[in-house]
């Protein structure tokens, strides 16, 4: 840079003095870098449930990788067996307060020697969320198994959906993914991922804002309003106020759960629920092939090879209220669905397991999501599979 | 969005370095010329790019001319080129649907097949920069013969989306100097002033965005002191986020040596309409003032005339701001008020008593002039039935 | 007031505060870059989560 050559007389010099100003600049921003790279290695998860509303985007909070590494190193042990549960508002347990939640259950039923982490978020698929925590920490706990949920049949988009897309790049960027083709050509295709997106993510892996902040966020107080907080003090209050408040679904008497104007579109959902996977061919149901096509190729894409055999798919179901009102060829066909989704996972390497068929009515809150009891339904039914595959993947892995 | 994304960061934090590290004058307009072109093309895109070199071209080339027919024609294209992108829909709907439906619809059918999705990026600001200089050519003035410079005063990012609007004559200049000079001194004011900025927009003004579309629609239901509490949100919001803006632009012109011309002027301290005018949007009004007011008369031709004059400056001032009749009216509630300011002493008995008042309490002349500001930003915010029933609100009713 | 000040002293005001202004224009010039850097910082936050378009942008 040229020096001016006209340079003003010294009386009219400006107050600021530049070369202070830009050392201070320098010295802020190297600051606030340095309290970044330490927020990041930092657990104030310390009450921990899961991923409620208040530090999950729905309140613009977004949680880095890094601050749920942080809580999960600060809580389970690498000598246990980490079970990270992803999915979606399902394995959330939308209707379960945190005291009764599934994975409470989950971890009961699996006793001392597993430590069970809900990172599931609401709307999320099954690569979301989770899943990139999972594989961040796949050296660092060698025997971890991942869970998530997805209807029969349904596919995602590999790269997740837009709302939980920052997680994954917030991971990609700072270098805690395994190489994948088909994610690495999606995430650097201008296409699927705004541009924008990717420049935040890079520079934060190298300046650490995003920790700095939601610590402050989390800590003193919230520098953007949350738009799930009814005055504007609590929307600006910090995040660590705020706890896990989830309803209780049981709470609402079963005779008013499925009543009103939702039954009927619940109820057309659930006649739709497999109807665009199956030609009706005689007397029996045919996979149309492109939907076989579809599912081939998400399952081949939406997780790294070297993870599969330690990711469990929970195949969700609906609640037997509105499935005892199908139509017995269509309740053959969400059975053919679930087979073949359970087989369709496994033969590309995944583990699957059907979410199970001994549910009531009553252990649903809505057409997904479960009570309390069902939820631990649910926990008996996924942990008879998660501690069979922990005895055929880990049994000879040692502790670190 | 533009200042508030990764990727103009990403643009400004590689331009500012080479053009401080590149020494000769030249150089650092060639790279300026690139980051300006790149900014351009790619918030416009080619869509929102080709109507403007089609605008730029006509209007370097009918300069260079020094033609006055060939100017005028130059003015009427890039007008027309306005009215076309911006205004059509509002023509159609606002206007035309209401003399002759058919006509309209036809109208409609036809150039919504011509008409890209969004105008062109920034064309009120490229319009409004062109008519002045081929207005000043046209008027003796010197043309810019460096197609480069050209360029640069027709794309210069920092006040390409949202001004301030430019004047040729001190803009080149300052262009110059800044190639030349660029300092320390330049560099640390610049930045100043965009931190300023961009805490008015992203600390100020977003939080209160939120917080206003949270209270708005249960207006209503609001009592009389938080129904205030609202408008002042409102009056904060537009002047935080609209100086804002235009102290990341002067900041970042400021950085690259190049001085802007300021476009606020601490406005919510005016003591009178048109004291607010000359601290508001201080490139647009003067911009009106001297390319629409002075050309249609101005002052010169006796009272009506003038406040005939004033008013359609106003109308179209208001116009500007957004192809819809509750921006017109906004106008018009100004043109108004600067109206009733300019002539209420003539008023005989009562206009030397009030005359009187407002010189002895300052602070009543200030609150009356705010009170009318404040209340106009309803009928800029929101359609004309609603801002009339909040202002009634605002009173109790 | 300045120019009064300064013919009675008969020499620059300035040059009789300079060392302690200029401490004071540095410190706070120093301040000021870091504020700078705490909004910038800040910003860069902000650009992750859902923003506002600026106002006159539309215009």
Known sequence: MSNPTNAAPRTNRPFFRPVSLIAGLATGMLGLAGAGFLAARTNWHTEFTRLHPMIAPESRYQPTVDELLAMIRANSSPE??????????????????????WTRSLQEQLGPDYSVVNLALRGSRPTDGGAVIAEALRDEYPRLIYIANVPPLLTADAIGGDDYRFMLLDAYYKGYLLPWEPRDRSLSNPGRVAREDRIGAWLDARVRYRSAWNWWTFHIFSTVPSPL???????????????????????IPFSQRFAGASFEADMGITRAFTERFYDRIGDGWQMREAARTEFDTFAAEAFPTALRSRTLIVISRNSPYYTSRLAPELRERDEIAVTDSISGWERHGYEAVDSGTNFDPADFGDRTHLTASGGRKLAVNVAAKVREMSARLFSNTPAP | MIFTTYWFLALVGITLPVYWLARPPTVRLLILGVSCALFHYHFAGPAGVAPIVVLMGITYFAALTRSRAACAAAMVACVLALGFYKYTGFLLSGLVSHINPGLAEQLGGTTSELLPELPPLGIS???FEFVHYLFEVRRGGEPIRNPLQFILFSIFFPSLVAGPIKRYGQFLPALAEGSRNVGMDNVAAGLRRVGIGFFKKVVVADNLTYFIDLAQPGFASLSIFERWLLLTAISLRILMDFSGYSDIAIGFARMLGVKLPENFNWPYLARNIQDFWQRWHISLSTWIRDYVYIPLGGNRHGVPRRILNGMTAFALC?????AAWNFVLWGLYHGIGLAACSTYERIPGLGPRLAAIWRKEPLASWAITQL????GWLLFFYPVPEAWQMTKMLFGA | MMKQLQSRLGHSWRSLLTPAATGVAIVISFGAGSLVALVLHFLLFRLTLPTTPFIYVAF
């Open chain 2, 125 to 127: 600001f490229f319009v």
């Open chain 2, 372 to 375: 009318f500001v404040w209340i």
């Open chain 2, 318 to 322: 208001g116009l500007w701001h957004g």
């Open chain 1, 80 to 101: 246990k067996v980490l079970v990270i549960v992803g999915g979606n508002s399902v394995l959330y347990g939308v209707g379960q307060p945190a005291p009764v939640m």
């Open chain 1, 229 to 251: 907080s009814v005055s504007i003090l609590q929307s600006l209050a910090a995040r660590g106020q705020f706890r896990d408040e989830e309803t209780n679904i049981e709470a």
